[in-house]
């Protein structure tokens, strides 16, 4: 990671995508991805280990992942203000709802607006959940004409991972495990495995 932006612009950043998150932490990742990663503030294997950190701990993933960026650039205070940044418009708009929540629940408009951003956030969860498959399952060749052959076919797949991925959702599903356990486990997978 590089140090080379402000504590100002982290905030700014993450008041930003806070701001613009609608549907939950994981629309969040998809935010982070274009701001953060695309930027080249990190690369895309740090982006999906921090994932991987913030959704494997308590809390949102959006705050979590905000705390984590904050802290390894600037620390302590870098938590704090990328945390303060990201929830700060959470805050101003429930502040501002409970002022007007009488007419803004019966605002015809307010409905049709809240019915077309569901579908947007699931599509921007359905992104980033087939990124991360793409990302932990196969390995993209650099040069495609390696796909010609049985042998780069073999190797297009992450093996290791797809048969760990099946385990654990036949775990979830055969014994009814709590999802907190099939990521304890998965990530007890990743640490023996990778």
Sequence with gaps: MTNDVSL??????FFY?????VGGGLVAITLMQQTIVEKGLISVDQFY???AISESTPGPVGINMATYLGY???GIPGAIITSIGEVLPSIITILIIARIIIKFRENK???NIFSYLRPAGSGMVLVICI???MNVLIYVPQDLRVLYTTAGWKEFFN???ISGYCLFFWLRHR???HPFFVVICGALFGIVFM
């Design 17 to 21: 995508i806070g701001l613009f998150t």
């Design 8 to 13: 100002l612009w982290l905030f700014c950043t």
């Design 72 to 74: 390894e650039f600037y």
């Design 109 to 111: 408009c307010v409905q």
């Design 131 to 133: 990124q991360m498959l």
């Design 159 to 161: 093996w290791m991972n």
């Design 49 to 51: 280990n921090m994932i």
């Design 175 to 177: 014994f009814k495990w």
